[in-house]
Nanobody, 123 residues
């Protein structure tokens, strides 16, 4: 599967962005999807993950209550709604997919990665 992330940009603290990740292929609904972030000089970190149906979601503690992951299997797309953004959310955000497996918060568990989209939050 090929993944294309979009929706990043520059926003003021307290603002919102919605990231999208469009997947190619006809088996998107069999993939668990994840979002990860990587700030300059830091390791890639887990943000959120969702199972194949959208019925199960998990979040990093740092984004709980502010970010929402969702998916539309008819459109082969997963979303990350980011509200109440903080300067510390500034990073490149990557979407990832793993086939026929449960969601995971480990970047080592994912087989496919998008190219990343930059999110910059100004104070």
């Amino acid at each position: 599967v090929q993944l294309q992330a979009s929706g990043g940009g520059l926003v003021q603290a307290g603002g919102s962005l919605r990231l999208s990740c469009a997947a190619s292929g006809r088996t998107f609904s069999s993939y668990a999807m994840g979002w990860f972030s990587q700030a300059p000089g830091k390791e890639r970190e887990f943000v959120a993950t969702i199972n194949w149906s959208g019925g199960s979601t998990y979040y990093a503690d740092s984004v709980k209550g502010r970010f929402t992951i969702s998916r539309d299997n008819a459109k082969n797309t997963v979303y990350l709604q980011m509200n109440s953004l903080k300067p510390e959310d500034t990073a490149v955000y990557y979407c990832a997919a793993r086939n026929n497996l449960p969601p995971s918060d480990s970047n080592l568990a994912y087989d496919y990665w998008g190219q990343g989209t930059q999110v910059t939050v100004s104070s």
